[in-house]
């Protein structure tokens, strides 16, 4: 990640889902084929980067989960509640959906950026 890239706010780094959604409205829809121009490089960085540090978020959250729920299970005063599991159990399989996509999305935003040359 670049210092100077006027597209990645340090800042905002806990807002990286809503980052990444506005910068890959401003990327051309096919950007692994397209000629990007270095603003749109700049960008397609940051996305990359944004991107980077939601999955990051988002597995480290899964991973606390986890280990509450463990805690819960292991806990003497009962057993949690059905359903608590079960919306749990759901949270947890959007998140791993949109991780997939995200780690698809960083590989191809790298590869693009790879053979069009850095975000500067």
Do not use: C, W
């Not at 003497?76 to 999305?105: M, N, R, T, W, Y």
Request: net charge negative; proline share 4%; glycine share 6%.
């Amino acid at each position: 990640m670049s210092l100077a890239n006027p597209y990645f706010d340090i800042d905002k780094i806990e807002r990286a889902p809503y980052e990444l959604a506005r910068l890959l409205q401003g990327l051309p829809p096919k950007h692994e084929a397209a000629r990007l121009t270095k603003d749109q490089r700049q960008m397609l960085h940051a996305a990359a980067d944004h991107a980077a540090n939601y999955n990051t978020a988002v597995l480290g959250g899964i991973d606390a989960i986890g280990q509450l729920l463990f805690a819960a299970a292991t806990n003497d005063k009962g057993p949690v509640e059905q359903h608590v599991v079960a919306d749990i159990g759901a949270l947890l399989s959007a998140l791993s959906v949109q991780s997939q996509f995200l780690g698809e999305f960083i590989a191809a935003a790298d590869s693009t950026l790879a053979r069009q040359g850095s975000a500067s």
